[in-house]
């Protein structure tokens, strides 16, 4: 009779009457998963597998104890040999304790790769990489030839540019979501710290 769904991801603001939190609790566009149990009555066989750390109109049943959830976009799910739900999406792999009750999602990525980086950019002046992912966001270099690096954006990151030809003290960084979403323009000193940030219109 239980069936476990995975989907894509979390509403959020500007869908519908929503706000952060949502009305599970959610803060962001994380992991969107159910249980159905086609045992129970009608109206109350889906219940949310994330979030849903206190009991509300939208969460009959706590889900989680910590309010937790995976990576958004999930792509497959099974179970380990102790009734651990495991579920693979676009963040990684993850395991989620106690699924037909009141359990937590736990990251079992460890040093795990999971980057799918479709558009890079060089800038000369700091001589670090910035790049634009499916959906882990706009990475960047802290430093030359570093292996360690911060997200500038959350969720899928667009194609990125570097304008590191206007001046030799510093570079002109463009990033946004995809569709030019939240376009972002932000002037990067030698070193690589943001010095200013702004969101030009998307006007031609």
């Known amino acids: 009779n239980i069936v476990y769904v995975g989907g894509d991801r979390q ?36 219940r949310s597998l994330t979030h849903c750390a206190t009991i509300s109109a939208s969460c009959p049943s706590i889900s989680t104890t910590s309010n937790s959830s995976p990576h958004a976009d999930s792509r497959r799910m099974t179970f380990d040999a102790t009734g651990n739900l495991l579920e693979s999406d676009d963040g990684g792999v993850y395991k989620r304790t106690n699924p037909q009750g009141v359990g937590d999602w736990f990251s079992l990525n460890g040093s795990l790769g999971v980057t799918e980086m ?80 702004v969101f030009p219109a998307r006007t031609v």
């Open 11 to 46: 509403p959020g603001p500007g869908e519908g009457p929503l706000s952060w939190p949502n009305s599970i609790g959610a803060w962001d566009y994380s992991g969107r998963l159910f249980r159905v149990d086609a045992s129970l009555p009608l109206g109350s066989q889906a």
């Open 118 to 197: 479709h558009n890079v950019a060089y800038d000369r002046v700091s001589k670090m990489i910035i790049g634009g992912d499916q959906d882990t966001g706009t990475p960047e270099q802290t430093s030359i030839g570093g292996t360690t690096w911060k997200e500038v954006h959350s969720g899928d990151g667009g194609d990125v540019q570097v304008d590191d030809i206007s001046s030799a003290t510093q570079s002109i960084r463009y990033s946004s979501y995809q569709n030019l979403q939240s376009l972002r323009r932000r002037v990067v000193n030698t070193s690589g710290a943001t010095t200013s940030t």
